[in-house]
């Protein structure tokens, strides 16, 4: 599986920005799915995940109620979409596939994207 993130930006605090993440490869449809991100000097954080039939959704507390996390099997694409963003949501975003184990664990993934970067300014 092949992994393509884009739709990072700058924008301004309190704006929005939607995050896609394009698969290729084996059957996307079958994997659950999540996004993590990670700030300069920081580690790796879970930011969302979803389930493989989008009936489960997953999301940090310091997301939850802005960050919504979804995906369109039929295009092999998961989205992110990112509202209220604040100076503190800062990071590479990476997004990642195929989870055996809990879903808000980077090391439970198989797949990563290249991650696109995000800069909430104030």
């Known amino acids: 599986v092949q992994l393509q993130a884009c739709g990072g930006g700058s924008v301004q605090a309190g704006g929005s920005l939607r995050l896609s993440c394009a698969a290729s490869?084996?059957?996307?449809?079958?994997?659950?799915m999540g996004w993590f991100r990670q700030a300069p000097g920081k580690e790796r954080d879970f930011v969302a995940a979803i389930s493989w039939t989008s009936l489960s959704t997953y999301y940090a507390d310091s997301v939850k109620g802005r960050f919504t996390i979804s995906r369109d099997n039929d295009k092999n694409t998961l989205y992110l979409k990112m509202n209220s963003l604040k100076p503190e949501d800062t990071a590479v975003y990476y997004c990642?596939?195929?989870?055996?184990?809990?879903?808000?664990?980077?090391?439970?993934?198989?797949?990563w994207g290249q991650g696109t970067e995000v800069t909430v300014s104030s």
């Open positions: 990642a596939a195929e989870a055996p184990g809990p879903l808000d664990y980077s090391g439970s993934y198989h797949y």
């Open positions: 490869g084996r059957s996307f449809s079958t994997y659950a």
